[in-house]
């Protein structure tokens, strides 16, 4: 390709009414900006936040309610055919899934563990510490002569009010 093969591009454009040419133009007079006022002077540029002398909309509405966050927990699953990666009589943590980079743990949040039943187990003797584990899964890892030791989630506490 040449530049001079380059075939110019012509972006079709609105023609502008001209303002300020006599009264049959249709746009005489006022120039289609009315009389009086900010908007009929040059110049004039408005904020698209701006509301004028109003209380603005954000400071107008109410900022009340309840954000999870704090409390929020975050469920990893894992499943059965994935732990074919640990050798025999290993033990299976949230922590050593993510060392051995099976499973990805957000470092921010409050993580629990669930067992899944995809796939085939073969290795034998694993001892898997979750916090919940499926029905089929259990019975896939009693096949090999797994145990399952179910984690406690601890129950958040509210803090007790002292009285006046």
């Known amino acids: 390709m040449n530049l001079l093969e380059i075939k110019k591009v012509r972006i079709p454009r609105k023609n502008s009414k001209r303002v300020g040419r006599g009264s049959g133009s249709g746009k005489g007079r006022h120039s289609g900006r009315g009389l009086k006022g900010q908007n009929s ?3 004039v ?7 004028g002398a109003t209380m603005p909309l954000y400071r107008r509405l109410p900022k009340r309610g309840f954000n999870n966050t704090v409390f929020q927990e975050f ?3 894992v499943n059965i055919g994935q732990l074919n990666a640990y050798k025999d009589g290993d033990e299976v943590t949230l922590e050593t899934l993510a ?4 499973i990805k743990v957000p470092k921010s949040k409050k993580c629990r563990l669930k067992v899944l039943a995809k796939g085939e187990l073969t290795v034998k003797n694993l ?5 919940k584990i499926s029905a089929k899964a259990k019975e ?3 096949k090999v002569n797994g145990t ?3 984690v406690k989630i601890p129950k958040f506490k509210r803090p007790r009010r002292k009285s006046l």
């Open 148 to 150: 399952i030791e179910i």
């Open 75 to 77: 469920w990893v699953e």
């Open 127 to 131: 001892k898997i510490k979750a916090h």
């Open 140 to 142: 896939l890892l009693e």
């Open 41 to 43: 002077r040059s110049g």
């Open 45 to 51: 540029t408005f904020s698209p936040v701006s509301e």
């Open 99 to 102: 060392k051995n980079k099976v």
